[in-house]
């Protein structure tokens, strides 16, 4: 037998005004506990079908004389009705004092401006979940019954539990028989909601996640969620705090202030831009891992080892266990299988002494996808044979440049373009790294530049594994990041010089846009322009998750033409957006 727990009921007095609570203890509810009557001071309400004896009376007077909930013109308050969203959203914007939002676009494809909902829809759209139609809509699903696990998410979001960290979720497991019935990403928020007091499940240790919830449960919850917590907040107005409170950034201050020097090393980013709260959602994934095609509300992801978005929002991504390419479709949100490796790989060659060279496609190994905004086309990067080669595999798949004169490279390490016509990339030797060009016309690439030491263009890593780099390239320069570490490289004449070095602070992927370069670590972005100076792009305590899953670490990183953060979660198996 699961033991239960109790939690002590806050002791509620009439103020003018407003509700003066106690704190709450900080022991978890028992099972029903929010299914019984408050011990509140008397409320008078009438409604012909909510007798005094109702096990609600007492919750849903109080709140309807507070004006958060109204019954109906015919004296009726119905409280076994079943609640929709959308009404789940007024009487949520009503009960926290929020201003409704009156817009002239909605943010939701199935709720028009014009429509009674929008504004509340709108006030609360951060935190009650929207969804991802195959099409690509963004709705809301109004009508809809609420369920009970969309109310806890949406309750805990508004009291901002979540912002400083994650729950333990074996408490839940242990509780609820239903457990795995929770959607996975919203276990944190159920966890978080029967910690703090607001829900408390059922006698029979249920908690029904996808149950609907009445009008008279609703109003309980609701109830519950302003009288319990350590951020109790008045009901219906007054000054109530509806985001969560930016917590001062994890990242110290630099030991350098301003823009480093160039060749001077710097330990730390600089103080954080001025903050700004930004959402995070899921674009495809989050339900597990697999290998499955079709619209996003279906499609899995096995593992990504390296993703590209491209000018129309299409996400592209490498499975080298899969040995396949596949493409997250933005035009009508779905999965495909872009390119498989196969025998379309193989490529015939004769060397210059006139011998013929077959590369077969079962000695490929896939090493990086990399996209050319200047010709919009797509390529595969990948080892042959020992031999490096670069795949176009825009339309068909062709060879379009390759490097059979220098050592095998364990990893590739950036890709940039200059232009329509040209590459540079890095790659990671045996303990050195190398830079090198080419032509994007079938033909060899020359390497420019290596490290003969660790001080000049090191990306590599004697541990043997892929440094977190990007890069990206003018007619003239090469900006590279990797290992913590900038340099810029002039072509003509070659130079390389490090800009800046940045100790103790390990990135979990990089990446390249409109001439900057961004390195992110959980969920935090950094941004670093040509002279060097890191500042903070995205602070992670600016983060408000409509899919209900916080970041733990970027795998990989992009950007799409909005210049929205674009990544792959792994923990979720998912790819997810930043909405900048």
Not at 109 to 121: E, K, M
Not at 247 to 267: F, I, W
Not at 565 to 571: E, H, N, R, T
Request: charged share 20%; hydrophobic share 35%.
């Amino acid at each position: 037998m699961i033991r239960k727990f109790f939690i002590g009921m806050a002791v509620t007095a009439l103020a003018t005004g407003y509700i003066v609570t106690t704190t709450a203890s900080a022991a978890l509810p028992t099972y029903g506990e929010e299914w019984q009557n408050a011990e509140t001071t008397q409320q008078n309400v009438s409604f012909t079908d909510l007798p005094s004896t109702h096990w609600a009376y007492n919750y849903i007077a109080e709140m309807v004389n507070r004006k958060v909930i109204s019954g109906y013109p015919d004296g009726k308050f119905r409280p076994n009705n079943t609640i929709t969203r959308a009404e789940f959203a007024k009487i949520m914007v009503t009960a926290s004092g929020i201003t409704p939002k009156k817009v002239n676009y909605s943010s939701f494809s199935d709720i028009p401006a014009t429509n009674w909902a929008s504004p509340f829809v709108e006030s609360v759209k951060d935190y009650m979940t929207g969804y991802r139609t195959a099409d690509g809509n963004y709705i809301f699903n109004p009508t809809a019954p609420a369920t009970r696990e969309d109310v806890a998410v949406a309750l805990v979001k508004l009291k901002g539990y979540d912002a400083n960290r994650l729950p333990d979720q074996s408490t839940i497991e242990a509780m609820f028989k239903d457990y795995a019935g929770i959607s996975e990403s919203a276990k944190s928020y159920v966890a978080l909601a029967v910690e703090n007091g607001l829900v408390s499940g059922f006698q029979d240790e249920t908690f029904r996640p996808q149950a609907t919830i009445t009008r008279a449960e609703a109003t309980v919850m609701l109830w519950r969620a302003y009288q319990y917590g350590n951020d109790n907040k008045e009901i219906g107005g007054g000054q109530t705090t509806t985001n969560p409170t930016p917590t001062t950034p994890s990242t110290p201050n630099p030991t350098t202030p301003g823009s480093p020097a160039p060749n001077t090393p710097v330990d730390q980013p600089s103080a954080s831009t001025p903050s700004a709260k930004f959402t995070v959602e899921t674009l495809v994934g989050g339900s597990g891992a697999g290998d499955v095609d079709g619209p996003v509300r279906t499609a899995k992801i096995n593992q990504i080892d390296s993703m590209v978005v491209d000018k129309s929002n299409n996400v592209y991504f490498l499975d080298s266990q899969k040995m396949k390419i596949r493409k997250f479709n933005s035009s009508n949100g779905t999965v495909e299988t872009f390119k498989t490796i196969n025998q379309d790989f193989n490529w015939d060659y004769k060397d210059a002494d006139g011998n013929a060279k077959h590369y077969d496609y079962k000695n490929l190994t896939p090493l990086k996808l990399a996209y050319n905004p200047a010709s919009n086309k797509l390529y595969l990067a990948a080892k042959v044979s020992a031999r490096t080669i670069f795949y176009d595999i825009t339309g068909g798949v062709s060879v379009a440049a390759y490097d059979f004169d220098h050592e095998e490279a364990r990893f590739v390490d950036f890709i940039a373009f200059p232009d329509a016509e040209s590459i540079l990339y890095g790659v990671t030797g045996t303990h050195e790294s190398h830079v090198y060009e080419g032509r994007l016309n079938q033909s060899q690439v020359e390497c420019i530049a290596s490290s003969t030491s660790y001080n000049a263009l090191d990306l590599s890593d004697y541990y043997g594994y892929a440094p977190v780099a990007a890069a990206h390239a003018t007619a003239n320069n090469l900006y590279v990041f990797g290992r913590s570490k900038m340099y810029n490289l002039q072509l003509f004449p070659v130079k390389v010089d490090m800009v800046a070095e940045y100790s103790d602070i390990r990135f979990d992927s990089v990446a390249a846009y409109n001439g900057k370069l961004y390195m992110s670590n959980a969920g935090t972005v950094y941004e670093m322009g040509t002279g060097g100076n890191m500042t903070t792009f995205i602070n992670e305590n600016d983060l408000i998750y409509k899919d209900g899953t916080q970041i733990r670490q970027m795998k990989q990183m992009d950007f799409d033409n909005s210049g929205n953060v674009i990544f792959y979660d792994d923990a979720s198996k998912s790819i997810r957006r930043i909405n900048l």
